[in-house]
């Protein structure tokens, strides 16, 4: 079974992509754009308004929405989506020679008025990485379709309830990482979470009690902030091996648990896997693997 890690990259979650939001935000603060170019034309997903409008324009401001990057130059949005092996690489000085389409993993590259500025790159052969230019964000439809941002005020515990109500029998893994329901927590941080609130992936979420309810609402909050307050200020190039390292269970198959001493656990999820501690998670138990009993069969 694969993991994340050997599939190449780890996807930055919300607390990766608001440390790079804050850190941007100080680094473009007035500037203007001089120039932008796009090497990979496949990860542009409109052509209104064209790139070109961003031209001359100075940079307002840089927000986050869910694992998505906006920023907004004077009313025209520069939206990306990073996916799971795209970064974003702070560059002091741009070359003034444009670059050539196609060739490595360059897609795009934004030059602002005192040539410091950033390229959007993309390691591996796996074309995922996605940029939108909007007037309005919520014209993209991966952002108007986002749940309550988990940071936002309106993440109360009666909002919580709410979705956990809606989600009926499906297991909290699926729960905490739907987009839909819940904007910003992936793959990595649903097993943190998990893990930390000392809960089986699989539990449907209508068996929580109240005070699993909220144990599980207080863990997303504490495992986010703390993930936020590690890499707040970090650069960019810091980033994702940061969120690696942090990680008590995600990734660590194999490894002991920190709490517990037990072996970390994985099971196939969905598209990839998922890891756990059966000591500290599911008393013990180790989660049959559907796919792996099926063959076995
Ligand atoms: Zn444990």
Redesign the pocket.
Known sequence: METTREQGGEMPELPQVEALRGWLDAQLATRAIARVQLTDFSALKTYKPPLSALVGLEISGVARHGKMLDIDAQGVHLIVHFSRAGWLKWKPEQPAAPARPGKGPLSFRLTLDDDSGFDLTEAGTQRRLAIWLADDPHDVEMIATLGPDPLAPEFTREAFDAILDAAGRSQLKGVLRDQRIIAGIGNAYSDEILHAAKMSPFTPASSLDEAGRQLLYDQIGTVLADAIERCQGLPPDKLKDDKRQAMRVHGRAGEQ?A??G?TIAQVSFADSSLQY?P??QTGGKVLADRRMSKLLR
Do not use: F, R
């Open positions: 648990c709490v517990c037990t501690c000591g500290c």
